[in-house]
């Protein structure tokens, strides 16, 4: 590992960094599994010597994440807008569709927003707000807050992770990481416990 670490430290002054970490932040909204909030965490944990250069990471970060999530947005408006409009009135898929259609009126910016922190959630909203034709300024005025506040959070992890271990670079990116994924159990354990407490008050 410490070989990969090595490894890694020779390629941070190469502005190809930058391009790759774009490339996966927009990746990242159509596969969630793309690790693009542990590259932004493990760049910052291993910058030294201004290289690379965190105001670039969060630039790069912030401008993949947008353009993933404009890509999965126009994925939805061009086909799921119309698969809905197909639904029978009065069938549960169509009725499903026009709660959706009211949530994201109602709620959407803070939707697209949190949905960001939440597992697989990006890729789900920015798809469904494409199919519910839901206004593009909007979206991008939404997705510029939600981008830029997930890129400044994971420099900010990685920040702590390189200060608490600064001799440990590979323990700082396993911290930082970590501390990602607890902050992520944690929201969906609050989710979780918002949702039972919704049933069992519809219950009664």
Known sequence: MEVLVDLLRQTLSSPWVYLLLFGLAAVDAIVPLVPAEAAVITLTVLASGGEPNLVLVIVAATLGALTGDHLSYAIGRGGGSRRLARFPVNSRRRAGSEWARRAVDRRGGMILIAARYV????????????????????????????????????????????????????????????????VTLLLELVRWLRHRAHRQAARR
């Open 119 to 182: 597992p697989g959630g990006r890729t789900a909203v920015t798809l469904t707000m494409g199919a519910v034709c839901y206004p593009l300024q909007s979206f991008l005025f939404f997705d510029l807050i939600g981008a830029v506040s997930w890129a400044l959070y994971s420099v900010l992890l990685g920040t702590f992770g390189g200060l608490a271990f600064e001799r440990d670079p590979l323990r700082g990116i396993l911290t930082g990481i970590g501390l990602s994924l607890a």
